[in-house]
């Protein structure tokens, strides 16, 4: 689904080494459980709550399918977030193509059983009939091309689903120049990420395979994170029975902004 953009840098589709069915799982989980510990940290995602809270609301959804969810990205802090913003405690189901179960089980105890993880491998772009709910991709719809990515929204038009997505990369030369620090940062907070593992440990200073594959996969994700443009396109052609919000808010404490889309069934949201 090619399209064109005015934006300075162009759009790649370059690969990431966490998506690659040869990349060894510690080094995956390893690499995930980092983003997540970011996430929890300084909460890039805070502006997301109440644009969630008001979706909720909107399609009167209990539940949050959440795809491509890696470690658990911010899902931590957010269901406190949209209950302080006036919303109700969504229960979270996490999915992923390769699940961090041990992530999942430790967010499970930790929000007191309202996060829970899937222990199948889940595709964004044909979810299972069985996880019924309001569809949720944080820092995840760049991995995919436009014509897969328009899939996604695609599924949930079909399956007559709520979805919003939201990433805080940016394709710009200040996320760029950003991402540089990444190396230094596994390098600084791998002692305070838990579940302690020693393969993290090992991965991370003795043989720096962490902090470089999390260089690399940082950079490749700004260079093919979507513009507010792109994702207008990507649902143009979904307007039958759906509609659609596109923009950015801002993401404190960082000095950018976090692009999303938000899709809902109109008979669901009147």
Known sequence: MPFVSRALIPRLQLFEIEDQSWCPGVIRDAMTDFLRFLMETFAPYRG????????????????????????????????????????????????DWFPNLTAFARLREASGGA?????????????????????TLFTALHHFGPGDAHAILADAVRARRGIAVFEVTRRTPLALLG??????????FTPFIRPFRWSRLFWTYLIPVVPLASLFDATVSCLRTYTTEELRAL????????????????????????????GLPLARSR
Do not use: N
């Open 235 to 262: 649902a143009k052609d979904l307007q039958d029975g759906f509609e659609w919000e596109i923009g950015t808010v801002r993401s404190a404490p960082l000095p950018s902004r976090v692009s999303y889309l938000v």
């Open 115 to 135: 996060i829970e993880g899937d222990v199948e491998p889940v595709s964004a772009m044909e979810v299972p009939t069985r996880l019924a709910g309001f569809r």
């Open 179 to 188: 991402v540089l620090f990444f190396p230094l940062l596994v390098l600084l």
């Open 48 to 95: 997301a709550a109440a644009i969630l809270a008001r979706a909720l609301a909107a399609t009167g959804d209990e539940s949050i399918v959440d795809l491509c969810s890696g470690g658990g990205g911010p899902w931590l802090d957010l269901i406190h977030r949209i209950r302080a913003v006036g919303g109700r405690t969504p229960r979270v189901r996490l999915t």
